[in-house]
């Protein structure tokens, strides 16, 4: 009978920290897994910066909700072919989102005719909607740009784009959603 209230109170003290230490790092973990993103409504417009949960998904569900092609840029770092995405060229009027998780990411009225194939811009919509993340691969240090909600690959800046900022975000179309303006 003593034996077992030792032991109980044994484990309760044995316990007790170990919630606390649960506790403090349960909510680590959540303030790691939010992230402020700046809204925008269809005409471009900013809304107001939230902090929202950063969206994370197995592969799998990745690649339920992509194409291929899309599943291989986003989350394998790939790169779609110069000139073979559906935005190289364009120079429609609206705003592109994210192709994972729909966060606004870039206004077309920063995009530039680059002559690369790719679609590029000099400037995000906001700069906490994009991740910049160096790059060691393929023997070159570039750095890489990832949608910050959920980690998309989208593509590289380098800083030899037009004014005002000097800066050519070159993305993939394959990793970005465009809506005209108002829609
Ligand atoms: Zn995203």
Redesign the pocket.
Known sequence: MIRGIVSRRAALLGLLPAVFFRRASAAAVTKGKTVKIAEFDSSGKLIKVLEVDR?EKTAAEWQQQLTPLQFQVTRKQGTERAFSGKYATSHDDGLYR?I????ALFDSKTKFESGTGWPSFWQPIAKQNVKEVVDGSLGMQRTEVE?A????HLGHVFPDGPKPTGLRYCMNSASLDFASRGH
Not at 149 to 152: D, H, N, T, V
Request: net charge positive; aromatic share 0%.
């Open positions: 969206i994210c994972c998780c729909a966060t949608c909600r959920c980690a998309a």
